[in-house]
């Protein structure tokens, strides 16, 4: 059995009073790849900004995420930085805001190995110039000297690919990692991302609303909507027999190549994901779901790797 990487027991992020993760737990195991799934405003990015320690003023987290057993929410600020970027390290959604734009490439990529691994700078603008290579990126050599706004969005993404990965991170997270990336780009960034995990033999929580994504690159997934867990479990399991209706819901609502009826519309999930604070008291998909009842205004148990009082078959 794989050995467990990171573990997420009742974690909780609130906005002063306002709850906005509501206590979800999940493993993430040695050499696995896991989707974390859910619409747009379902808590996702908040999940990997608390388990990094990188949540905006204003938001706290409580509960127990353990690395290696250590509760990362209980580390100092110091100690935390010790772990990130080098034992855990996160690719972000939108690099051209995420990369600072008054820093050469070849000096962000090499940060980190000053940081963690002691390098001085010629070694490290050296280990730089070969992480970039290893993500692919052309010209290389030159890159080192440019600046975020003199490469392309998909460039900017292999850049910071390589300094997430320069440390051969123990995790991996990748949150929305080809979003507004055209779908060949897109395509090539999530080779690199799998040919990365499997090299180092790293852990990959990629985040994503892209089901297909997930299909091809995760081998389990997580399934969030409100701040709640609703499903998880091996990901053509849940995909191919989905028992949380909000589940089924995202499965219904990908487009089919092979349709026979080419006017057909396209199925959407009715209504929109509320607004934070908005959400209905007990299960959070209940005003959305055909299958609710009075027994939804009580949050279902998350069990047996469901939480959902009406379960499909």
């Known amino acids: 059995m794989s050995e467990t990487v990171l573990e997420v027991r009742d974690l909780r992020v609130a906005v002063g009073a306002l709850e906005v993760i509501h ?61 990130r970027g080098d034992r855990i390290a996160m690719v972000f959604q939108e690099p051209m805001t995420a990369l600072n734009p008054v820093m050469k490439i070849g000096d962000q990529v090499a940060e980190p190995l000053r940081l963690h691994r002691g390098l001085n700078r010629k070694q490290a603008q050296a280990a730089a110039r070969e992480a970039l290579e290893r993500v692919h990126l052309p010209q290389a050599e030159e890159r080192l000297n440019a600046y975020p706004h003199q490469l392309s969005g998909g460039q900017r993404q292999r850049a910071m690919i390589a300094m997430a990965t320069a440390c051969s991170p123990e995790l991996l997270i990748a949150d929305e990692p080809t979003t507004a990336l055209d779908v060949t780009v897109q395509a090539q960034i999530l080779q690199l991302l799998m040919e990365l995990v499997e090299d180092e033999g790293s852990s990959l929580l990629l985040i994503t609303h892209d089901l297909p994504v997930v299909a091809n690159v995760c081998q389990q997934v997580l399934v969030l909507y409100g701040g709640h867990i609703v499903e998880s479990g091996e990901t053509m399991t849940v995909f191919n027999q989905p028992r949380h209706p909000y589940t089924r819901a995202l499965v219904d609502a990908i487009p089919a190549l092979d349709e026979d009826v080419p006017d057909r519309k396209l199925r959407t999930i009715p209504g929109s994901v509320p607004s934070l604070g908005e959400f209905p008291p007990g299960c959070p998909f209940r005003n959305r779901c055909p299958r609710a009842d009075e027994a939804c205004a009580v949050m279902p148990p998350f069990e047996d790797n469901l939480a959902c009082w009406h379960p499909l078959a």
Request: with cysteine.
């Open 23 to 83: 206590g979800i737990s999940f493993v993430l195991l040695a050499r696995r790849r896991t989707g974390l799934i859910g619409e747009s405003g379902s808590g996702k990015t908040l999940t990997a900004l608390a388990i990094m320690g990188l949540l905006p003023d204003g938001l706290g987290a409580t509960g127990d995420v353990r690395y290696r057993g250590q509760d990362l929410l209980e580390q100092r600020e110091r100690d935390l930085c010790r772990i």
